[in-house]
């Protein structure tokens, strides 16, 4: 790649909901690069609570009222290094809460490596952030109080989660009797 060509991040993930910690790593991120696509993906292992449009106009709406022109949002199926490679992406941004992401990551890296020759570019998650999880966020969400997650979720995702147990009757998740087929 020739010296002057952009560097291009891609920060892929699920992002379902995008919490205040996935915030804090675009706004570091988005200084690494010329360019950041935050790139929301399909991960079919996992429950979705919020449509891939719901999180595209919500990711979205945060980052123009949040970001720089440098950082935009997109949507992929299939493999994260086919979909780097076809924006022109230089390396791959992830965060790390803890030594557990690490591990996990470090493997995922490697491989990417290999398979894609695409680097990966690790932070470290803000202290206050180290904890938080989009599947933790959906746990507590689902049990109670949505405003108790104001201090881990942008406005926005709180107003919309409250929304979504609304239209939900009151419950974010499918329940199913243990005793009865589905």
Sequence with gaps: MPANSPKI??????????????????????????????????????????????RLEMIET???????????????????????????????????????????????????????????VFVMSGEAWGFTSSTLIKQIASGGDIDRLSRLLPPLVVEKLKAKKTEKGGSLWKTQDPFKGD
């Design 62 to 120: 945060m980052v123009r009222e949040q970001c720089g022109n440098n950082v935009t949002v997109a949507t992929y199926s299939g493999l994260t290094v086919d979909f780097a490679r076809s924006i022109g992406a230089t390396a791959i941004l992830r965060g790390l809460r803890n030594v557990s992401d690490l591990n996990y990551e470090f493997q995922i890296a490697l491989t990417n490596r290999a398979i894609a020759d695409l680097e990966t």
């Design 9 to 54: 991040g891609l920060f892929p993930g699920t992002f379902d909901p995008l919490t205040n910690g996935h915030l804090d790593v675009i706004h570091r991120g988005q200084g690494l690069f010329d360019r950041l696509v935050v790139a929301i993906g399909h991960n079919p292992s996992k429950a979705q609570l919020f449509s891939l449009e719901e």
